[in-house]
């Protein structure tokens, strides 16, 4: 809490400052200014820069832009090509981020329209792992910066002719290329550690991983919206195509060595009394490689309708029928180093090679609503939706096992062909009730309450031995019971202009059991959770020209377990508590200034069966320990603020400064001993003053120049960066 009230007391500090600054461009008497031109067609060209030292993937991943980039920023134009013919031209194009958009519209009167647009941008990814604080170990990929390019191109035609129906057909190509940063991460033996007579590993999960992204998402779609007498009816067909081919990367031990086993080598192949050992001969590093590819097709039909019969009832309809048929791929080689007599021998075993399979489904869906408002005051809506599920599933695979002989180096390879299936059945009723309440002088009461329900049933074989029966333990049959309700109450009351009042509170209660049947009746296992929150809002307006807005959040929640009963009873798995406090400030004294604060405050937990239970007790040579050490409670706590001020300078010149902060602190490096210390402990702030000028009416600027410091402990320092930014743009009327 100290940290918190010493970061409240440097914002509010620096508040201060910018505020008395602008004050005092006003004190010496900024002239009106005349209102900066509107442009209905215009170009503006843009330029961004950064000089920060440090991290920079650290600076594009947190900031989602490269150090730099220049280009047309906006773009718009519009052009009646004849008296019933428009057309609209929007677009941008900056460099070095491959960030364009290109997109046209053509609209005749009375008939219908044509749109088609590219548009295409770069998210960056930074390619780091865990930082070990003992030793200060940092590992992270070759090259660093990570990015992924997402593509889309659409085409749309639209025909609306005077009272007819209106039909659309569109079409969209959307596609995922690049690499990202993964949190599977792998193992590491650099830890220092060294713990014996106690079932404590010496790694940790820290080691760098990323996936190689290869998407495509196609989207055929065909919709009609008609209205006949008092109801409208909307009918949609769609086909969806989706082809990926993803690879995961995950190096366990990277660039970590074993000596081998010397003694267990022939005599004449055993190198001197002395003698140092060829590097080569230590290697402890595993490369898994894991391929998951989906080729599949998804066809959609739908409608629905709304139908008045009055003003106070109207009936809402819909119905959709799903088919989902994917076939998919995969596999997942793990090569490992295995030091032998006669040199390092690399050996690849696969437990999931050759995967193929195949997926089908069936989903229809019926959704019944009735809105009432018998009075003025009352407004309901009752509503009642049903689902109808039916998937199965086979695949086959090759079990792939290895062995190596150190003397020789040769590796056998043992294939088996191996076949695995599912089946999916559920039923979901969920029936929702939406009321409103207006009688009371501006007071408005609303609520509303949802209990779905799932039952059904699945059962599925493990993989087991091609042209096998499967055996007793390679099946699971499982009943589904699922339940999920939540339920909502608020109220909005607006006691004058000078105070508002809002206030909500819902609670949540989830049950996902699975009982088996049949060979497995024993089987049972039940997740549980429930939720309950609160949020409270505070509009308080004393003058005119000042607003504040006080946000209150509160939610907390418990989950159970259950399994394998009685054998393994009912337990707390975790207890969550969020609560969460923000102010937001608005000032406008007069038509040349105006100030914006906004503070954010959150306190979250986590709480899992740590400490309640978990110490083994001595067994001989191994010591008593605490197994949940290992699991560790969790906090999420963090502050945010932000003040964004401006003010008149001249007639033809704005100021504009902003001030952004983050602060968290729940790195707690006392566990490293046992687990992994995770927790964000980082402090981040961005100042910048920016100035608008308007050198014509056809021509408008901006230049921005900032400062952005950013520390990262959680990181150990390694992605820390900080350094100057700058900004400038034009902006030409066409």
Request: hydrophobic share 35%.
């Amino acid at each position: 809490m100290q940290a918190y009230a010493f970061s409240l007391r440097r914002c509010a500090t620096t508040v201060a400052a910018l505020t008395l600054i602008l004050g005092v461009a006003q004190v010496n008497g900024a002239a009106p200014t005349d209102a900066f031109p509107t442009f209905d067609n215009y170009v503006k060209i843009g330029a961004f820069g950064t000089d920060v030292t440090g991290n920079e993937a650290a600076f594009q991943a947190r900031n989602r832009q490269a150090t730099g980039t220049v280009g047309i920023e906006d773009m718009f134009f519009a052009k009646d090509l004849n008296k019933d013919v428009s057309l609209q031209i929007d677009g941008h194009a900056l460099a070095i981020t491959n960030d364009y958009l290109a997109k046209f519209l053509v609209t005749k009167n009375d008939t219908g329209s044509i749109e088609m647009g590219y548009k295409s941008f770069r998210t960056f990814y930074d390619g780091v792992g865990g930082f070990f604080p003992l030793n200060n170990y940092w590992s992270t990929l070759s090259p660093e910066d990570l990015h992924v390019d997402r593509n889309k191109f659409w085409v749309e035609a639209k025909i609306n002719l005077p009272n007819a129906p209106v039909f659309t057909v569109r079409y969209i190509n959307e596609t995922r290329s690049g690499q990202k940063d993964s949190t599977i991460w792998g193992s590491s033996d650099f830890t220092s550690l060294s713990i014996l007579g106690a079932p404590i590993t010496q790694y940790r999960k820290l080691a760098p991983s990323y996936i190689n992204l290869d998407e495509r998402h196609q989207t055929f779609e065909a919709t009609a919206a008609h209205t006949v007498g008092n109801t409208s009816i909307n009918v949609a067909l769609t086909a969806e195509t989706v082809n990926n081919n993803d690879t995961r990367y995950v190096t366990n031990f990277p660039g970590e060595v074993i000596p081998w086993s010397i003694a267990s080598l022939p005599t004449a192949s055993q190198p001197a009394a002395k003698a140092l050992v060829s590097p080569a001969n230590w290697n402890n590093q595993a490369l898994t490689v894991q391929t998951d590819g989906i080729n599949g097709n998804t066809f959609t039909a739908r409608a629905n309708s709304i139908t008045v019969f009055n003003d106070k009832i109207k009936l809402l309809a819909g119905v959709s029928y799903v088919n989902i048929n994917n076939d998919f791929s995969g596999s997942r080689p793990i090569t490992t180093n295995t030091p032998t007599a006669v040199g390092v021998v690399a050996v690849t075993p696969n437990t999931n090679q050759n995967l193929l399979g195949n997926s089908d489904g069936d989903i229809y869906t019926g959704t019944l609503a009735l809105q009432l408002n018998p009075t003025p005051n009352w407004n309901a809506t009752v509503s009642l939706k049903g689902e109808d599920s039916y998937i199965k599933s086979a695949a086959t695979l090759t079990n792939l096992a290895a062995a190596t002989n150190t003397t020789t180096g040769i590796v056998t390879y043992t294939a088996t062909p191996q076949q695995e299936y599912s089946r999916v059945k559920d039923d979901t009723w969920t029936p929702v009730l939406d009321v409103t309440y207006t009688g009371f002088a501006n007071l408005s009461i609303y609520g509303s309450a949802s209990d779905a329900k799932t039952s059904g049933n699945k059962y599925y074989a493990t993989p087991f031995t091609a042209g096998t029966v499967p055996s007793a333990s390679a099946l699971q049959f499982e009943d589904s019971n699922d339940k999920h309700a939540y339920y909502n109450l608020g109220a909005s009351w607006r006691q004058s202009a000078f105070l508002s009042l809002r206030a909500d509170v819902f609670h949540k209660d989830s049950t996902i059991s699975a009982p088996g049947y049949g060979i497995d009746i024993a089987n049972y296992f039940n997740l549980a959770s429930q939720t309950d929150g609160a949020k409270f809002t505070v509009i308080v307006k004393p003058m005119d020209t000042l607003t504040s807005t006080t946000r209150y959040i509160y939610q907390k929640g418990k989950m159970q377990v259950t399994g394998m009963l009685p054998t393994f009873p009912e337990y707390d798995s975790c207890d969550a508590q969020t609560n969460s406090i923000s102010e937001t400030v608005d000032w406008t004294p007069n038509t040349q200034f105006y100030l914006q604060a906004d503070v954010n405050v959150v306190f979250n937990s986590i709480s899992t069966i740590y400490p309640r239970a978990g110490v083994v007790p001595a067994a001989g040579a191994t010591p008593a320990w605490d197994v949940n050490q290992v699991l560790q409670d969790a906090n999420n706590n963090y502050i945010t603020g932000t003040l964004l001020a401006g003010t008149v300078l001249t007639k033809t010149d704005d100021l504009l400064l902003k001030f952004t902060y983050y602060k968290a602190n729940n790195n707690n490096a006392k566990l490293a001993p046992t687990t992994m210390p995770y927790g964000a402990d980082a402090e981040e702030s961005v100042v910048s003053v920016g100035v608008k000028h308007k050198f014509s009416q056809t021509c408008v600027g901006e230049a921005k120049v900032g400062y952005i410091d950013s520390k990262n402990v959680t990181t150990g320092g390694n992605t820390n960066f900080r350094g100057p930014m700058g900004y400038v743009s034009c902006t030409f009327a066409l």
